[in-house]
């Protein structure tokens, strides 16, 4: 029936024009995003987050985080993860220790992706690198304990030369007065 194919062929094309849509917007935001199932290999990342890997994202499709983050990041992160199998959304500040670029620190949000039945089959990823925020809040607080640290210094030493000071006026005071 031609009404039938005419229809499916204008939802195939509403479809692709959807995924191009959404495609355009994750490639676009300033922010990390994965899309990864139970198996914990990824089904979707953006542009940012795969070429934060040096990857292009159909390249990182199918692999698993492990491989992609290294082992040790992959555990420091998968009780998020398994937070959003379980069907809750969480967000969380951390600092990941990456195979490949080392410590860095992370602000995430990780909710689960659900089938028709509302049963999780999956997470997504949204990912800030903080790291730069982390440093310089912790360079303030240097430069601010190294700032007590001299005005406490500063105190006890102008205090020291000050004491034989005000002896000496007390003397003069205490002679003017006595005849």
Same mark, same amino acid.
């Given at each position: 029936?031609?009404?039938? *194919?005419?229809?499916?062929?204008?939802? %195939?094309?509403? &479809?692709? =024009?959807? $995924? $191009?849509?959404?495609?355009?917007?994750? +490639?676009?935001?300033?922010?990390?995003?994965?899309?990864?199932?139970? +198996?914990?290999?990824?089904?979707?990342?953006?542009? !940012?987050? =795969? =070429?934060?890997?040096?990857?292009?994202?159909? +390249?990182?499709?199918?692999?698993?985080?492990?491989?992609?983050?290294?082992?040790?990041?992959?555990?420091?992160?998968r009780p998020h993860?398994?937070?959003?199998?379980?069907?809750?959304?969480? /967000?969380?500040?951390? %600092?990941?220790?990456?195979?490949?670029?080392?410590?860095?620190?992370?602000?995430?949000?990780? !909710?689960? /992706?659900?089938?028709?039945?509302?049963?999780?089959?999956g997470w997504i990823?949204? *990912? *800030? +690198?903080?790291?730069?925020?982390?440093?310089?809040?912790?360079? &303030?607080?240097?430069?601010?304990? $190294?700032?007590? /640290?001299? #005005?406490?210094? @500063?105190?006890?030493? @102008?205090?020291?030369? #000050?004491?034989? #000071?005000?002896?000496? *006026? /007390?003397?003069?005071?205490?002679?003017? $007065?006595?005849?």
């Amino acid at each position: 029936n031609a009404a039938d *194919i005419c229809d499916r062929k204008k939802a %195939e094309e509403a &479809l692709l =024009a959807s $995924r $191009r849509r959404l495609q355009l917007v994750t +490639d676009n935001a300033p922010v990390l995003i994965a899309n990864c199932g139970m +198996d914990y290999r990824y089904k979707f990342v953006n542009k !940012a987050y =795969a =070429a934060r890997y040096s990857m292009l994202p159909r +390249d990182m499709v199918g692999r698993h985080v492990a491989d992609v983050l290294g082992e040790d990041a992959f555990e420091q992160l998968r009780p998020h993860a398994d937070r959003a199998f379980a069907g809750e959304r969480n /967000e969380f500040e951390v %600092e990941v220790d990456y195979r490949d670029f080392g410590p860095q620190w992370i602000r995430c949000a990780y !909710a689960p /992706e659900r089938d028709d039945h509302g049963r999780p089959v999956g997470w997504i990823a949204a *990912i *800030i +690198d903080i790291t730069d925020r982390k440093r310089a809040e912790e360079a &303030l607080r240097e430069a601010d304990r $190294r700032k007590d /640290e001299f #005005l406490a210094v @500063l105190g006890h030493e @102008l205090r020291n030369p #000050l004491a034989p #000071l005000r002896s000496g *006026i /007390e003397l003069m005071k205490e002679a003017e $007065r006595r005849p």
